[in-house]
C-alpha cells in the first residue's frame, strides 16, 4: 500500500496538491476538512458541534476527530492505499493512525509537508475567500487557525521528523511546480 500524509500550515495547498495527487495514483482521500464541512452543510449533530469551532479556528477534538478517521478507513473503497490531508493534526490523531495502519498490516510511506511562509499563505487564503467563500477564511480566523498550527500541530512534523519519515517540499512557485517536487518524492 501507498500511504501518504500531506501534512502542511492552513493554505499550504494541501487539497490543491491532493487533486493532482489523486489523478494519478488511485489512493483513498481522506480529507477531514471537506469531511466535517460536509457534515456541516448536512446540519448533522456532529456538523454543528464542529461548526461551532471551526468558525473561531480552533481544532475540533480529537475523540471527534478520531471516531471520523476509523469509519473513513473501514469503507475505504481501494486497498492501493490512503491519501491523508489536514490529518493528523494532533500527537494524539498521529499516533491512533499509525496503530490503525498497522492492524491492516501496513504503514505509512511517505510524510510530506509543504512548505510555505505565512505572508504567503495569508494572501492565499484571504484570496481563496473571494473565490470560495469559506467562514473561517477571514482575516482574524486565519491567525487564530495559524496559531493553533503552531501549537499542536506543528508538533506532529518533528514526530515524523524523529523517525526519519518527514521530507519537507517547497511550496510556492506554481501549483505544476509543487506537483513536480512531489512526484519526484513518490517516484523514489
Ligand atoms: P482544513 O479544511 O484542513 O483547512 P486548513 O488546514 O486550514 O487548510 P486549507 O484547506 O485552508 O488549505 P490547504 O492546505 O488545503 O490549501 P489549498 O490547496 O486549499 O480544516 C479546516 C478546519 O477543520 C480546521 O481549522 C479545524 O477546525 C477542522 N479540522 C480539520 N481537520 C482536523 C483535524 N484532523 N483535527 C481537528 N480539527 C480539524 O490552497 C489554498 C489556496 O491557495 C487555494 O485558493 C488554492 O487555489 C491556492 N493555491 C494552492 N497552491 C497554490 C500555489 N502553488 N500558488 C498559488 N496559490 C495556490
Ligand atoms: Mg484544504
Known amino acids: ?86 490529518y493528523p493534526r494532533t500527537l494524539a490523531q498521529a499516533e491512533i493512525l499509525e496503530q490503525l495502519l498497522t492492524k491492516m498490516g501496513t504503514s505509512l510511506s511517505y510524510f510530506i509537508s509543504l512548505e510555505v511562509p505565512e505572508e504567503e499563505l495569508t494572501k492565499r487564503l484571504l484570496n481563496r475567500a473571494k473565490i470560495e467563500g469559506r467562514s473561517d477564511d477571514t482575516k482574524e480566523v486565519i491567525e487564530q487557525r495559524f496559531k493553533e498550527y503552531e501549537a499542536k500541530t506543528k508538533p506532529v512534523k518533528d514526530y515524523f521528523a524523529q523517525k526519519g519519515k518527514m521530507i519537507q517540499i517547497v511550496g510556492t512557485g506554481t501549483e505544476a511546480d509543487v506537483a513536480e517536487r512531489l512526484d519526484n518524492i513518490l517516484r523514489k
Do not use: C, W
Open 1 to 86: 500500500m501507498l500511504n501518504i500524509i500531506l501534512f502542511g500550515a492552513p493554505g499550504s495547498g494541501k487539497g490543491t496538491q491532493s487533486k493532482i495527487l489523486l489523478q494519478n495514483h488511485q489512493l483513498e482521500y481522506i480529507s477531514m476538512g471537506d469531511i466535517l464541512r460536509q457534515q456541516i452543510a448536512q446540519q448533522t449533530p456532529l456538523g454543528l458541534e464542529a461548526k461551532a469551532l471551526i468558525d473561531k479556528g480552533q481544532l475540533v477534538p480529537d475523540d471527534l476527530i478520531i471516531k471520523i478517521l476509523e469509519k473513513r478507513m473501514a469503507e475505504a473503497k481501494t486497498t492501493n492505499g490512503f491519501l491523508f490531508d489536514g
